[in-house]
Every structure is written in C-alpha cells, then in structure tokens.
C-alpha cells in the first residue's frame, strides 16, 4: 500500500522512521549503522594483516630474545610502518583525539589496534612501542649499528640526565597547545616521519 500523504501545511502523525538521525544527535538509531559497523565496513583489510603481522613478529622477538630475531621486527616497523604505510602511532593522534575525540580510534581499526597493543604491552612489558613499534628508534638502531665507532659520540651523562627534561616540555607544549584546542601543530617538526 502506498503512503498517505497528510494535507498541505499538516505534520504527519506517527513516530520518525528508525534510520533517520535525531536532529540535535550526533548519532543515527539505524541498525546497520553501529560503531561496529562503522568500524569494519571502512577498514582495510590489508593494514590489519601487516600489522597483525608485526605485532606477531614483535612478541616473537620479545619471548625469543634472538638477536636476529629482534634486527628482523625492527626492520618491518622501519620499512612497513616509516615509509610504506605510514602508520605508526604518533602524538598527532593524541593531539587530534583530544580535539577530535574518541570517535578518532573507533573509526580506524588499524589505529585502534595500534593504540591497544602499544598499551597493552606498555603495562606489561614497560616501553615496547619504542623500542619495537617506532620507526624512528628503529632507524636509530639500524645507524647506531652501520655507523662506525670513530664517528660515534658518547654524551656526557651529566649532559644526558639535563636534556632529558627537554622532551618532556616539548611533550608537555605539545598536549597543552592540543588542550586549548589550539590549531597551532608543532609536532610536525619534532616527529621525522611525521
């Protein structure tokens, strides 16, 4: 049966159809459109694989404690992550979840994976993500191993312990800009593969 169409200037009785948004809501009662839903309709199926992979790859490392093993899970990180996909986890995505919220990681399964596993393993295993999962501490290892030791320079600990806190105010002016809501990106120029 066709619908009724209620007289010219009259409001149609009855309740809203269920697909449609609630005006004012930022969310739809639709069924099929769950974060879920969400979540894996728009996900490649590829970078959950890859990084399936190097997670694999990674705790592999870490129980076997092979050195080949280990040179390996950092290389994949180096290559995949740094130049091919460009997925690594990054203080953009903090700063843009800040301002963005969490619909940020609930609509990007890789990225959401990537934010698991580096928690997950950050309470069990202490700082794996920087060690394994950035490309960044991977190319420093693979430079710290191909560039001779004359060329080297060891700092003076006493130099290394003061420097130590400018991270933490690079860190600390780069959540504070993101706080305020800012559109001020200084991570840019701190993060290499960024």
């Not at 159809?17 to 728009?42: H, N």
């Not at 130099?159 to 809501?181: E, F, P």
Request: aromatic share 12%; glycine share 8%.
């Amino acid at each position: 049966a066709a619908p009724t169409s209620a007289p010219e200037g009259e409001a149609t009785p009855g309740p809203a159809p269920a697909d449609e948004a609630v005006p004012g809501l930022m969310f739809s009662f639709a069924e099929e459109d769950t974060v879920l839903s969400r979540l894996f309709t728009r996900v490649s199926w590829n970078r959950v694989v890859a990084l399936l992979a190097l997670f694999g790859l990674i705790m592999y490392a870490l129980l076997r404690k092979s050195t080949r093993v280990r040179w390996v899970a950092l290389a994949y990180p180096l290559v995949y992550v740094g130049f091919v996909d460009g997925s690594f986890l990054s203080i953009s995505h903090i700063t843009s979840g800040i301002k963005v919220g969490p619909s940020l990681y609930l609509n990007d399964l890789p990225l959401l994976l990537m934010v698991g596993f580096t928690a997950t393993t950050a309470l069990l295993r202490g700082r794996v993500f920087c060690g394994f999962l950035c490309p960044l501490g991977a190319l420093q290892e693979f430079l710290g191993r191909a560039v001779p030791r004359r060329f080297q320079r060891i700092m003076p600990q006493r130099v290394h312990d003061r420097a130590l806190y400018i991270k933490y105010g690079i860190l600390a002016l780069i959540l504070v800009l993101a706080l305020l809501q800012n559109d001020i990106s200084i991570f840019r120029y701190f993060e290499p593969f960024g």
